[in-house]
């Protein structure tokens, strides 16, 4: 059994950071790729970035390319999501989770963290 928790989130200005943070319970976690979606009011939840258990994959959607990175610490059980360059159209309530499947395939993860709000006024 894993648990997730999101921490980070915030009201930031356009142009701004912020880092999230996915903490994890469970001994299994650093077997899981992890990723992160986003859901923005009156839309489907969508694939933001993902990292695989050894960190030598990650994938990115193309509105956050250059923008955004994905890192891990299996050691602490905590992957980052570091996010610069934020626009308000980042605007959404961002979850990880933890699979065994291919980062963008939503009904593939086993677990899913509370969600954590971001903000980015303009």
């Known amino acids: 059994q894993v648990q997730l928790v999101e921490s980070g989130g915030g009201l930031v200005q356009a142009g701004g950071s912020l880092r999230l943070s996915c903490a994890a319970s469970g001994r299994t976690f650093s077997r899981y790729n992890v990723g992160w979606f986003r859901q923005a009011p009156g839309k489907e939840r969508e694939f933001v970035i993902g990292?695989?258990?050894?960190?030598?994959?990650?994938d990115y959607a193309n509105s956050v390319k250059g923008r955004f990175t994905i890192s891990r610490d299996n050691a602490k059980n905590t992957v980052y999501l570091q996010m610069n360059s934020l626009e308000p159209e980042d605007t959404a309530v961002y979850y990880c989770?933890?699979?065994?499947?291919?980062?963008?395939?939503?009904?593939?993860?086993?677990?899913w963290g509370q969600g954590t709000q971001v903000t980015v006024s303009s």
């Open positions: 989770g933890a699979t065994n499947g291919w980062f963008r395939r939503r009904g593939e993860y086993a677990y």
């Open positions: 990292i695989s258990w050894s960190s030598d994959n990650t």
